[in-house]
């Protein structure tokens, strides 16, 4: 069932400012929240992933400050972020959730789980790293490399490798991100933009603040073999220091590795969330 395409979007006020959001899905006790990555908003999740979840599950992805249709400014540091994400989801009126942080979302779902522990129940971290990791020393120059290209090269650049394999499972995977073709999200703003290079630079350039040791969560961590945006090691060190976490490697597999493997990350991701 698609149920990804067919989620209208919709707001609530979260002190003063309006933030958009799509709910979609199976009703489920622990809904799944999605944070998004660099410049993402709620239509850079892949449909095949969301609608592979939303079948046991309810799904909410939402625009946090500033980003997409989502109004006001957005933070320069992630704490800041985490801090939207969790005012967002109490005023949805959620206890307890399940996070999905991809990139950027991941650095945010990790300061929540330092933050407000009880508010998670399980995490799945995709393509993203600890604090204090020399990588993100050189994201802006990465970026900036990537913006002399087209759209298209520019999105395969990023999140998949150069074999002639993994670049025809991006040209599949950017179809899919196109396929809705109403009431999608406004592109990020540059403003937006800025803010968020600013949050991820800080993320790997400041002192570390953020104990994840104390992250007793179920944590899946996902991760290609080949990312050069986060570096694949980053999440062999964040499996090293989360006390309960599981690490998957996707082969010949970039920024993106679950855009490219789509079915293997809802298989793994849909075991880790009922059964594991």
């Keep these: 069932m698609d149920f990804f395409s067919k989620a209208p979007t919709q707001y609530i006020e979260v002190a003063g400012v309006p933030f958009a959001y799509r709910r979609f899905g199976n009703p489920s006790a622990t809904p799944l929240i999605g944070l998004q990555h660099f410049t993402g908003t709620m239509d850079n999740w892949d449909p095949v992933i969301m609608n592979g979840l939303a079948r046991d599950r309810e799904v909410i992805v939402f625009d946090n400050r500033g980003v997409g249709n989502s109004k006001g400014a957005t933070p320069e540091k992630v704490a800041d972020m985490a801090d939207d994400a969790i005012a967002f989801i109490d005023a949805m009126g959620f206890t307890q959730i399940d996070v999905l942080g991809f990139s950027l979302g991941g650095f945010i779902a990790q300061q929540m789980a330092v933050q407000r522990p009880a508010l998670l129940r399980k995490i799945i971290l995709v393509g993203t790293a600890p604090q204090g990791v020399k990588v993100l020393h050189s994201f802006p120059q990465l970026i900036e490399r990537a913006m002399k290209l087209t759209p298209v090269e520019r999105f395969l650049f990023i999140f998949f490798t150069k074999s002639e394999q993994s670049r025809a499972k991006g040209l599949a995977a950017l179809n899919r991100l196109n396929e ?43 991760q290609g073999s080949n990312d050069e945006m986060m570096d694949s090691e980053t999440s062999y060190l964040l499996f090293k220091q989360l006390p309960n976490a599981i690490l998957s490697y996707y082969p010949d597999a970039a920024h993106g590795s679950f855009f490219q493997h789509p079915d293997l990350f809802v298989s793994e991701a849909s075991f880790f969330l009922n059964s594991y």
Excluded: C, Y
Excluded at 181 to 186: A, L, N, S, T, W
């Design 180 to 222: 809705r073709k109403e009431d999608r999200d406004q592109e990020t703003s540059e403003e937006a933009v800025f803010a968020q290079l600013k949050a991820i630079t800080s993320w790997g350039t400041d002192p570390v603040t953020l104990d994840i040791s104390k992250i007793q969560h179920p944590v899946l961590i996902v």
